[in-house]
């Protein structure tokens, strides 16, 4: 009798999960990367310590930031960790809230794989449910203007909340946010442009919260090249260059033959005529700072400083562009065609202490189109927490501005789409429905993770909002604080309607791609050339 023999078509030492069993694998990793961070949703959401594998230690509730430090392996998390990152880019914020999203919608098609529906049957529903998602959401959105200054603050102070900022320092960050926001807008006829790299944070352990502030115009770490230099420059005439002030070295080796002291003496005077020549360039502009992106001679640093100018070097490309926008000075790339009208104006260039540290200020600049937040904050850990806060607000802000739609927060927009989907439910017949309602029911676990994490009964508490809004209470959400339905609209839990778009479009997005996949196929890891292998 004849033995079939088995046939490998893969590699030695590759593994593959096929049909259920992969997909059971992928839900249960998305399942448990949703559940590390769902503890972090919310006000009243609880911190992550993660410590590199270098020792280095932070502590946040931001998503994308636990997620990003974890260093997760699992390919079926990592694109859930992709949505986090997504959802950062695109927002700021709500990268939570994406994540917890997509876990729920698989955790939801598990238990439909388990009645025998068809992950494409599955994939379907979701598909239709999220774009009726978007429909219902632009429908509930509120309009929203520069003009509105407390509908922005408030918007900033919602993105900051659980952020271990305490209320009043919040107050104040949020008006900071605000006004840095509109600051760097540009208004064109067709729409509003927000580049964020225009809003610097910089940020300074040593001091109280409290004590952060906007600066109209830049701060850098650096310092002035010579001590003899001003220190302070009121109503500054800047110069910004992209080219040394020094002497360049040849494009090709080129050999200098000295036979004598004298000639020596003389190549030297003519370098030092040659740096001298350059400041002459810039002291007839009439420039009193001068910015530098290369290197300053020490002979150059001299005559600058004798000529009262203050002068620094090794600028970052970033912040060279930022000054440029700040101060409305033209970044000039050589010395032989600088002139007056590149010079950009500042009413105060100093540099100042900060925690030991010099640093430079560049302030009350005419109409600056780049700003710097400088936060301060009693340690590095609290000061980076307050950095990510400014970062969400700013973020929510721009996307609110930019959108001109935004909605209320507190659970309240979920309930009333999930509300929605169920009636939209109902309009199919067949396994589709089971599909669109599970959706409906993944929406929930946002007001019952805010419950938990409140330390509420998350069943009393989803109960309660359903029967506000079957009565018609769109904007009844979850007050933390003291456990109650209220109108979260009313008590000024606002937000981007973006936040939740993006949100329910990549979870949805992620949840699909990972129901279609039935194979698994992990190559085994090559194995390393051997010198005498080569």
């Known amino acids: 009798m004849n033995q079939v023999q088995p046939i490998y078509i893969l590699p030695e030492g590759s593994t593959r999960n096929q049909g259920k069993n992969a997909q059971k694998s992928n839900i249960a990793a998305a399942k448990a990367l949703a559940d590390t961070v769902r503890t972090t949703l919310g006000p009243k959401g609880m911190d992550k310590m993660i410590v590199s594998s270098s020792g280095h230690v932070t502590i946040t509730n931001d998503g994308v930031t636990i997620l990003d430090e974890m260093e997760v392996e ?52 979701y598909e239709l449910a999220a774009r009726k998602s978007q429909e219902i959401l632009l429908k509930l959105a509120k309009n929203i203007t520069l003009k509105d200054k ?28 605000v006004k840095a926001v509109t600051n760097v807008i540009e208004e064109t006829k067709t729409q509003i442009i927000i580049d964020l790299n225009d809003i610097k944070i910089e940020k300074k352990a040593g001091d109280d919260t409290d004590n952060s502030e906007l600066i109209e115009g830049l701060v850098i770490d650096k310092e002035r090249v010579h001590t003899s230099m001003p220190r302070l420059i009121n109503k500054a005439k800047v110069l910004l260059l992209d080219t040394p002030i020094e002497i360049s070295e040849t494009e090709i080796d080129a050999k200098i033959q000295i036979t004598s002291p004298a000639q020596m003496q003389q190549f030297v005077e003519q370098e030092e005529q040659m740096l001298k020549e350059m400041v002459t360039s810039i002291v007839k502009t009439g420039a009193n700072s001068v910015f530098c992106q290369k290197g300053i001679d020490d002979i150059a640093q001299h005559y600058l400083a004798k000529n009262g100018i203050f002068a620094t070097r090794r600028m970052k490309e970033s912040d060279m562009k930022r000054l440029a926008k700040a101060t409305g000075g033209k970044i000039v790339t050589s010395l032989k065609d600088i002139s007056k009208s590149d010079l950009g104006y500042a009413g105060r260039v100093e540099e100042r202490k900060i925690s030991n540290e010099h640093m430079i200020f560049i302030e009350k600049c005419k109409s600056a189109k780049a700003v710097t937040l400088l936060v301060r904050g ?50 199919f017949s067949g396994r ?37 809004h079957d009565a018609g209470k769109i904007w009844a959400g979850l007050n933390v604080y003291n456990g109650k339905v209220e109108d979260m609209w009313k008590n000024g839990v606002i937000e981007p309607m973006k936040i ?35």
């Open 378 to 427: 009693g340690t590095e850990h609290v000061v980076s927490e307050v950095e990510r806060a400014l970062t969400d607000a700013i973020g929510d802000l721009a996307a609110s501005v930019s959108t001109k739609k935004i909605i209320a927060g507190g659970s309240s927009i979920e309930l009333e789409i999930s509300r929605n989907i169920r009636h939209y439910a109902d309009s």
């Open 150 to 177: 407390k509908l922005l603050e408030q918007i900033a102070m919602t993105a900051m909340t659980g952020k271990n900022v305490e209320f009043e320092t919040k107050k104040k960050l949020s008006k900071l946010a």
């Open 74 to 125: 699992h390919p079926a998390a990592k694109m859930l960790v992709e949505v986090a990152k997504v959802q950062e880019a695109e927002v700021g914020d709500g990268t939570t809230t994406a994540v917890i999203l997509a876990g729920e919608l698989l955790s939801k098609a598990e238990a439909l794989l388990d009645k025998n529906i068809h992950p494409t049957v599955i994939a379907r529903g």
């Open 500 to 534: 939740k778009s993006q949100a329910i479009s990549s979870s949805s997005d992620v949840a699909i791609m990972l129901l279609r996949i039935d194979d698994i196929i992990a190559s085994r890891p090559s194995a390393p050339v051997l010198p005498d292998q080569v």
């Open 432 to 468: 589709e429905q089971l599909a669109i309602s599970a959706f409906a029911d993944s929406l929930e676990v946002i007001p019952i993770t805010l419950a938990e994490n409140a330390g509420l009964d998350p069943i009393n508490t989803l109960a309660d909002l359903k029967s506000k």
